[in-house]
């Protein structure tokens, strides 16, 4: 059955997140997404001038390939999409896993293998190409949310497609605060962390590379992390979910973490030298996510939230860290989840969720909404 809303959400894809030119090339990568939605996203891109590219894919498949995949395999898997990739001008990717976890089984070797192996593909697509990344509703994604299948698809579609436009502008003045800062402090219950950012740099996300979006980042520099951070949002990596999550840093490194499964989540860290140095530091205020769903394109544009990064440091946003993990860890500050506070070099930005500073009220969910 034909939704006008995929439609908007093609349309949006096409001419806004990705910008499409006449003459450009973009791969529509899809897994366990509905046909419509791919024929949809199609016509924009053609609307727009573009050659679209269609993968479609299945999740069950993907975790077949990884559960015995070996450097062979997973080399030749890159060269094939590393070579496609290099033709592409821009990148669609929309999953829509009925189970998050189906990867929870595939041996963390193969994984971490996986990973390194591929790890090209990436950073050509994230650097070289305009991209956008983004889910589909399933009554998975419904469940985890404790919302009705029905409810949920409401909530993604009014959270996909809201005005961007507007919460660009927005962002305009937290952007500059964040490229001028050097000491961060951040508070709350079980967390008081400083770093510095300066001469990092940072960049809004305005729904030209993820939707949902809503977020500024930075990176502290590499060295620069002491103090205590302690996650109250559950998290999913590699098909694992992980909750209480707390990292103790000496310059810069991860030097103790603990949380349920933490025979996993020390494997994960372990993964190389850089997945204990952090890659990134950011601050989420999308008006519409309110609570975690274990799943990070909505967990970390969360209103009042942060989220901190072990692992892989973005090239626009670089501390030089390197790393084949980039595993977003959030902490919500609202009062309702212990509240907390956001300091740059002595001024308080954000308390219990809200920013404070006139400037920045603009990002305020009644202001955004």
């Excluded at 390194?116 to 399933?138: E, G, I, M, Q």
């Excluded at 609570?291 to 090239?315: R, V, W």
Aim: with cysteine.
């Amino acid at each position: 059955m034909k939704d006008s809303r995929y439609n908007q959400l093609a349309e949006l894809l096409a001419n806004y997140s990705c910008d499409l030119k006449k003459g450009e090339n973009i791969l529509l990568d899809l897994v366990d997404v509905p046909d419509e939605m791919g024929v949809a996203l199609i016509r924009a891109c053609r609307a727009a001038g573009a050659t679209p590219i269609v993968e479609a894919r299945h999740s069950k498949l993907i975790r077949e390939m990884q559960r015995e995949t070996d450097e062979t395999h997973a080399k030749l898997v890159r060269d094939i999409e590393l070579g496609r990739m290099k033709k592409m001008h821009a990148y669609v990717a929309i999953r829509g896993a009925h189970n998050a976890s189906e990867s929870s089984d595939v041996p963390s070797d193969r994984l971490q293998l996986y990973a390194k192996l591929l790890r090209p593909v990436l950073d050509f697509r994230v650097n070289k190409t305009k991209w956008c990344v983004l889910r589909w509703p399933t009554p998975s994604m419904a469940q985890a949310a404790n919302m009705s299948t029905e409810a949920f698809e409401d909530f993604y579609f009014d959270v996909c497609t809201m005005d961007y436009r507007k919460m660009a502008k927005a962002m305009v003045p937290l952007t500059k605060r964040m490229q001028k800062a050097d000491q961060v402090h951040l508070k709350s219950p079980g967390t008081d962390l400083r770093f510095s950012i300066k001469g990092i740099g940072a960049r809004p996300c305005e729904g030209l590379r993820n939707i949902p979006d809503g977020e500024v980042f930075s990176c502290p520099i590499k060295t620069s992390v002491n103090g205590t951070i302690q996650f109250n949002t559950p998290t999913i990596y590699s098909g694992t979910k992980f909750e209480n999550i707390r990292l103790e840093f000496a310059n810069g490194k991860i030097v103790k973490a603990t949380g349920s499964n933490e025979q996993r989540l020390n494997e994960i860290l372990d993964t190389d030298a850089g997945a204990r140095y952090i890659g990134e530091f950011s601050l989420g205020f999308h008006p519409h996510i309110q609570n975690p769903m274990c799943d990070i394109l909505f967990d970390e544009k969360i209103a009042g939230s942060l989220h901190f990064t072990p692992g892989q440091a973005y090239e626009d946003c670089d501390n030089g860290n390197r790393s084949a993990v980039h595993w977003d860890m959030v902490l919500i500050q609202r009062p309702e989840w212990g509240g907390g506070e956001v300091w740059f070099d002595g001024e308080l930005i954000r308390k219990d969720g809200k920013f404070l500073p006139k400037d920045l009220q603009g990002l305020n969910p009644e202001k955004l909404r």
